[in-house]
């Protein structure tokens, strides 16, 4: 396998190279895609019936004076649905220009990059199940991972300086990337905070991947306990 594919595989998460092809969703299905594969195919990314708001309110509190909905544009895996109202914490503030701006520190919870592994994928990344492939884009890499990666770099480009350069800037994005597994959720699920976005929470089910992004606090915890809430409710849907 080529260690520039392997990199690829490793900065999925981001999908920095959107010709590649884990980021279309016109691939061939895999052998094991199963009804709950099938299921989620059948909502044709209509994110907001995948997680609808009644869902979010089972389990927090929505402000209906402020609550407001959007559907993204874009189709397909790249579309969402987002949902946001005021949180009643106090504003954020940045830096832009040498300006301070204040803004809200609003509640907010989308879904999107509904994803379904494929056989060329697989193939492509020389892995044997959708699981391993999962792992390998959000799984901790370790430095010793790294250094052999390095390594193995130097040595296939060894006579391209632009080229090692390039794959050895993938490979140290990837290595920034923290995030955490959580465990009895789906088949595998993945998390990591942001204080000013708070959760970006990654699932698997059977070849099938979605992403919750959610600050129903500022809490970390709350929080995250939140966006499981959520993803279990996607997941009901196509009962897992």
């Given amino acids: 396998m080529k260690v520039l594919n392997f990199l690829f595989a490793i900065i999925s998460p981001l999908c920095i190279l959107a010709f590649v092809a884990s980021c279309s969703d016109k691939e061939p299905t895999l052998k094991e895609d199963n ?31 402020s609550y407001k909905m959007k559907n993204s544009p874009i189709k397909g895996e790249y579309g969402s649905s987002s949902y946001e109202w005021k949180s009643g914490r106090p504003d954020l ?19 999107k990059l509904l994803h379904f592994y494929s056989e060329s994928e697989l193939e492509l990344y020389s892995h044997s199940s959708a699981i391993s492939l999962f792992d390998q884009g959000y799984k901790k890499l370790s430095q010793a991972e790294y250094d052999e ?80 809430k959520f993803a279990q409710e996607v997941l009901a849907k196509c009962n897992r």
């Fill in 149 to 228: 990666l390095l390594a193995n770099l130097k040595k296939e480009y060894v006579n391209d300086v632009a080229k090692y350069e390039q794959a050895k800037g993938f490979l140290d994005m990837r290595m920034n990337i923290k995030f955490a597994p959580i465990a009895n959720l789906a088949d595998r699920a993945y998390w990591k905070w942001h204080d000013e976005y708070g959760i970006e929470l990654v699932v698997l089910s059977g070849v099938t991947h979605f992403t919750i992004e959610s600050k129903t606090s500022g809490d970390q915890k709350i929080a995250l306990d939140d966006a499981v």
């Fill in 93 to 111: 503030e940045m830096e832009l220009l040498g300006q301070v701006i204040v803004y809200p520190d609003v509640n907010r919870v989308t879904i």
């Fill in 35 to 65: 009804a709950t594969a099938a299921c989620f195919r059948a909502v044709d990314y209509q994110y907001d019936a995948l997680l609808t708001k009644a869902d979010i309110a089972k389990h927090v509190t929505i402000d209906e004076a």
